[in-house]
């Protein structure tokens, strides 16, 4: 059994931790509704909850992984967490109770400061024969996608309303650029919240459509783009950065400690945070927040742009170098580890 989170990055690392596990002979049942212990045990020989380490919203998700380890069940909590879960809404019964897996080395230290057991790292991954099925619709988003932007380099963004997110700050940076530059074009995926944020921006559309497309087609206009943009304060891990990777799209993005880990700068074009704070919105986390100045935000867009139009043989090569990136990162290589884990922490 694996009981996944309702959010969209979530709900894709627990169906490819369903197709891992299946390929190797388990039988899986995605849930995404909580279920009791009762019912967890008389339906699975084992479970991998897959939520965020948030004392706060998914109380109810650490509570069933505490009562399986109780009673002896295979059961691991896999999750990120983009600073730390709050001092203020941990509970005591959380601490030491059930074995979590952190999907990166960022993730372990901050739950480990506050006193959650961590038992491994296993880092997220992307599954490279979904990016293989998704090709054939490669041609089809690039058309769609680049109408009417034919001689603009584009750059696409796909992030949600959350302060976490930076959109504010990418809107600065398009305005900065956009200021120097007018062959180029932005494309962001967003939320309605996102769209209030975001504003009036010239060479942007954006697009109301977070969440709403299969992952097939998300690939897909992942290689449509010319570049991806991170524009994140606060990652667990960053996900994102290796599928738009796997399709050829390099990435660019703010040194955060977990995108550090996974990245490659002869792939991505990494720019540095000015300050570091903590910020809690009453979640049940409280985000370390790596603010930076929007110009550097537009000084790599400008570098990006540069590359693209004018050395246009270290743009292409650079692309083929974020393809086997990504193959570090193939979830046939991660997750068999994740599901050899169950078998230890009983």
């Not at 959650?116 to 991954?125: K, S, Y």
């Not at 900065?176 to 010239?202: A, M, S, Y």
């Not at 990777?245 to 660019?252: E, K, R, S």
């Amino acid at each position: 059994m694996i009981l996944v989170s309702k959010g969209v990055s979530l709900k894709n690392v627990g169906a490819d931790i369903a197709d891992v596990a299946s390929e190797s002979g388990w039988v899986v049942r995605p849930v995404s509704a909580i279920a009791s212990p009762h019912d967890v045990i008389s339906i699975a020989d084992a479970a991998i909850i897959v939520m965020p380490v948030n004392p706060v919203a998914a109380a109810p998700y650490m509570l069933l992984a505490r009562d399986l380890r109780v009673r002896k069940f295979p059961v691991v909590y896999y999750g990120p967490v983009e600073g730390r879960p709050s001092p203020l809404a941990i509970q005591k019964w959380m601490l030491g109770s059930f074995p979590i897996v952190a999907p990166s080395e960022y993730v372990r230290d901050k739950l480990v400061e506050v006193g959650f057991g961590v038992v491994d790292v296993v880092r997220h991954g992307v599954n490279l024969r979904l990016v293989e099925r998704s090709k054939p619709y490669f041609a089809m988003a690039r058309n769609k996608v680049r109408r009417g932007l034919e001689n603009k380099v584009v750059f696409g963004t796909v992030a949600f309303y959350h302060v976490r997110k930076g959109l504010e700050r990418l809107a600065d940076a398009i305005r900065l650029v956009t200021q120097e530059v007018k062959d180029v074009h932005f494309i962001i995926v967003t939320t309605d919240r996102g769209r209030l944020k975001l504003g009036d921006l010239p060479n942007t559309t954006i697009e109301t459509a977070f969440g709403a497309r299969s992952r097939q087609e998300v690939f897909a206009w992942y290689s449509a783009l010319d570049w991806v943009i991170i524009p994140s304060l606060a990652e667990g891990f960053g996900l994102p950065l290796i599928e738009a990777n796997a399709v050829g799209a390099p990435v660019i993005h703010n040194a955060l400690p977990p995108l550090m880990e996974i990245t490659d700068e002869t792939v991505n074009i990494v720019f540095q945070f000015d300050n570091v704070y903590e910020k809690n919105v009453g979640d049940g986390i409280v985000y370390e927040m790596h603010d930076y100045n929007p110009e550097r935000l537009a000084k790599a867009i400008l570098k990006a742009y540069d590359e693209t139009v004018n050395a246009r043989d270290e743009y292409v090569e650079r692309k083929k170098r974020a393809i086997e990136h990504a193959r570090r990162y193939d979830i046939r290589k991660l997750y068999p580890h994740l599901l050899k884990l169950l078998s230890e922490v009983t």
